[in-house]
C-alpha cells in the first residue's frame, strides 16, 4: 500500500522558473492538501480540495496554482518561482474531510536560486 | 501573535524519562486537537486524536486538553530513542462545513531520547 506518493523528492530551480509537485494517492481520499514547512513558521496550508473538481486557497497560497481532475492525484503548480519559496513541500490526504486526520507524503526539498 | 504556541525545544532526555510536550493556543473556538510525530526527512504521522477537553490514552502516550486554560499536552511514559522526532500540535475549530475552520499547527518541538 503505497500511500500519498510525492515527486520529485528533491529540486533546484532558478527565479522564474515554473515547475510542478505531484502527488497521489491510492486510498480513495477525497480530501487533499498541500502545505509548506519552514522554520519557525510550521507546517501552512497553501491550498486544498475536498473532491475531484474542487479546490481552495488555504493560508499561503499566492504563487502557487493546483487542479482536482481526478480523486487519485492533486499536483502543486508553481508559475515563477521566487526564493521565497524555497521550503520543503508536503502533500496531505484524509478520510475524514471533515476533522482532517492526515496521512502525509515524504516531502519535497526545493531550493529557488 | 501565533494562534498556537509551541517550544521548538530542542528537549532531550535520557531512556525511559516521561517526557511532557505543551502547547498553548488563543483561539477559543478549537475543538479538535491532534499530534502528530515526524521523523527527521520525513512527512508528519498523525500520533493522537481527541475532541473537546479530558484525557486521551494509547499504549506510552496520553493526550490532554484543557480548554478553560487553552492548554494541550502530550506525556511520553517510558521515552524510548525511538521516540526522537519532531512532535507537532494541532487544532481546528471543529467540521469545515460548519465553522470553515481548517488544521492549526503548532511550530514542532525537537525531542531527543538518549540510550
Known amino acids: 500500500n503505497a500511500g500519498v506518493t510525492q515527486t520529485p523528492k528533491f529540486q533546484v530551480l532558478k527565479t522564474g522558473q515554473s515547475m510542478t509537485l505531484q502527488c497521489a494517492q491510492d486510498?480513495?481520499?477525497?480530501?487533499m492538501s498541500w502545505y509548506r514547512q519552514d522554520p519557525g513558521m510550521g507546517l501552512r496550508l497553501i491550498h486544498y480540495s475536498v473532491g475531484a473538481g474542487i479546490t481552495d486557497q488555504g493560508e499561503v497560497p499566492n504563487g502557487y496554482n493546483v487542479s482536482r481532475s481526478t480523486t487519485e492525484d492533486f499536483p502543486l503548480r508553481l508559475l515563477s518561482a521566487a526564493p521565497s519559496q524555497t521550503s520543503v513541500y508536503f502533500c496531505?490526504?484524509?478520510?475524514?474531510?471533515?476533522?482532517?486526520?492526515?496521512?502525509f507524503g515524504s516531502g519535497t526539498q526545493l531550493s529557488v536560486l | 501573535q501565533k494562534e498556537v504556541e509551541q517550544d521548538p525545544g530542542p528537549l532531550s532526555v535520557p531512556e525511559g524519562a516521561i517526557v511532557s510536550l505543551n502547547c498553548t493556543y488563543s483561539n477559543s473556538a478549537f475543538q479538535y486537537f491532534m499530534w502528530y510525530r515526524q521523523y527527521s526527512r520525513k512527512g508528519p504521522e498523525l500520533l493522537m486524536y481527541t475532541y473537546s477537553s479530558g484525557n486521551k490514552e494509547d499504549g506510552r502516550f496520553t493526550a490532554q486538553v484543557d480548554k478553560s486554560s487553552k492548554y494541550i499536552s502530550l506525556f511520553i511514559r517510558d521515552s524510548q530513542p525511538s521516540d526522537s522526532a519532531t512532535y507537532l500540535c494541532?487544532?481546528?475549530?471543529?467540521?469545515?462545513?460548519?465553522?470553515?475552520?481548517?488544521?492549526?499547527f503548532g511550530e514542532g518541538t525537537q525531542l531527543t531520547v538518549n540510550p
Open positions: 496531505a490526504s484524509s478520510f475524514d474531510r471533515e476533522t482532517e486526520k492526515l496521512f
Open positions: 486510498m480513495n481520499h477525497e480530501y
Open positions: 494541532a487544532m481546528s475549530g471543529g467540521p469545515y462545513e460548519t465553522s470553515g475552520s481548517r488544521l492549526t
